[in-house]
């Protein structure tokens, strides 16, 4: 069962543009929501990440944007760079007991220059 | 990697043979986890640990068993392996709840 679904599966962009990723979770005990970002032959490394009590949070080029009673989140980057060419997962986990991450089924970002 | 080192870092193995994988930090955290990493379905949880000897179930278990008998080291174990299980393993760790997760560089396991 998967409890949170990310789309795109894949997204061209070009340079300077903005990408756009969405994920959408069922389970209303998730609190907590991370964006992982994976080069090709390297583990994920955490991008960014949000908890509930705020509709939105911005880090450089990256923001989350919260909707909490749709049950969404999404990650947009700004200008758009060729080096931002990665694959992005969303997240999410509960805060009771240890940090079981529930993970998206990826995003293939491909930024043209 | 954040002091994680995962090994070996490609294994060719046979249908019904054991494999065991080892996941190995220097930054004394103390969460350990092992996901795999499927097209298609992201990364899934197999097993966690919490501590020395306390270890839990993931999302997908079946098959794969674990043991952390120091703080820093955590075995995953496939005891008889299968095609289905030929993935990219990745461990990870975090020291507290809810706060970063540090993947190790993955190993690639091919089950023939």
């Known amino acids: 069962q998967q409890q949170v679904k990310q789309s795109p599966q894949s997204l061209i962009v070009q340079k300077g543009g903005i990408s756009i990723i969405n994920c959408a979770y069922e389970n209303t005990a998730f609190d907590y929501f991370p964006w992982y970002q994976q080069f090709p032959g390297k583990g994920p490394a955490l991008l960014i990440a949000i908890r509930p009590d705020v509709s939105e949070k911005k880090e450089g080029r990256f923001t989350i944007s919260f909707n909490k009673s749709a049950k969404q989140f999404s990650l947009h980057i700004m200008d758009s760079q060729p080096g931002d060419s990665a694959t992005y997962f969303c997240?999410?986990?509960?805060?009771?007991?240890?940090?079981?991450?529930?993970f998206g089924q990826g995003t293939r970002l491909t930024i043209n220059p | 990697d954040a002091g994680i080192t995962q090994s070996p870092r490609h294994k060719v193995t046979e249908t019904g043979t054991p494999v065991t994988l080892r996941c190995h930090q220097t930054e004394n955290h103390r969460y350990m986890y092992w996901y795999r990493q499927d097209p298609g379905h992201g990364l899934r949880l197999i097993h966690y640990s919490y501590g020395v000897k306390d270890t839990d179930k993931g999302e997908v278990s079946d098959g794969y068993s674990v043991s952390r008998s120091k703080t820093e080291d955590f075995l995953l174990t496939l005891e008889s392996a299968t095609s289905s299980q030929t993935s990219v393993y990745f461990c990870?760790?975090?020291?507290?709840?809810?706060?970063?997760?540090?993947f190790g560089p993955g190993t690639r396991l091919l089950v023939l």
């Open positions: 997240a999410a986990s509960m805060r009771q007991g240890a940090q079981k991450l529930v």
């Open positions: 990870a760790i975090s020291e507290r709840q809810q706060e970063t997760q540090y």
